[in-house]
């Protein structure tokens, strides 16, 4: 089946600073991505879908500002937590589906990101 | 607006059977998903039923729909120790593959 890798799988940061989390589609190419964000023991919130080459499009009440998103190939997608803040802290997962995983969308293994 | 509701935790004893429920709001649903996720880890999709279906069966699983009701289950035979997980019910309304509306979660605890 088709794979999604994501990278860092762990990340500690401090207040303030800016964190980038890939992901990538191994096996085929991806032209669209999904980007979650998972609370402790709760559902997964869409936060911005992107297609290869244009802008993410993202949820209401997600701040554009706040989170990048960048995807640049159809293979590799990346989203950036600018001046992060305790509260950022985390489970960010993505996933992608196109070419021949058109029909489903397959998930990365997710991003624990913690703010100190 | 979307809405997909799931109840929490369900605990069974090894080698009942399992039924996870899910209820959702839109009637535009066209596909349904169970995914299923472990400690840690990003979600696997587990099975997929189309909305013109009632009943589809793979192996230990039986999905119900209930298009009349907006009601979905998810039946695990014989549930081992290893179904131990967090299950999500998912509904698309756009096309296979496209943005996805979860539930909660339900957190299934399978005890020997």
């Known amino acids: 089946g088709a794979v999604v890798s994501q990278h860092p799988s762990r990340v500690i940061c401090k207040s303030g600073t800016s964190v980038k989390i890939e992901c990538r589609s191994l096996?085929?190419?991806?032209?669209?991505m999904f980007w979650y964000r998972q609370f402790p023991k709760k559902s997964l919130m869409l936060m911005a879908t992107?297609?290869?080459?244009?802008?993410?499009?993202?949820e209401q009440g997600v701040e554009k500002d706040k989170f990048l998103i960048n995807h640049a190939s159809l293979t590799l997608s990346t989203l950036t937590v600018t001046s992060a803040h305790p509260e950022d802290s985390s489970f960010y997962i993505c996933s992608a589906n196109g070419g021949l995983a058109y029909n489903e969308q397959f998930f990365g293994p997710g991003t624990r990101l913690t703010v100190l | 607006g979307e809405d997909v509701e799931q109840s929490l935790f369900l605990s069974v004893r090894e080698g009942d059977s399992s039924v996870i429920n899910c209820t959702y709001t839109?009637?535009?649903?066209?596909?349904l998903y169970w995914y299923k996720q472990e400690p840690g880890a990003g979600l696997q999709l587990l099975t997929y039923?189309?909305?013109?279906?009632d009943m589809k069966q793979d192996q230990r699983l039986t999905v119900l729909l209930n298009k009349k009701d907006k009601h979905l289950s998810l039946r695990i035979a014989d549930t081992q120790t290893g179904d131990s997980a967090i299950y999500f019910c998912a509904e698309s309304i756009t096309k296979q593959g496209g943005k996805l509306i979860f539930g909660q979660g339900t957190e299934l605890s399978v005890k020997p």
């Open positions: 096996d085929f190419q991806a032209t669209t």
């Open positions: 992107s297609n290869e080459g244009s802008k993410a499009t993202y």
């Open positions: 039923i189309f909305s013109n279906m």
């Open positions: 839109d009637s535009s649903s066209t596909y």
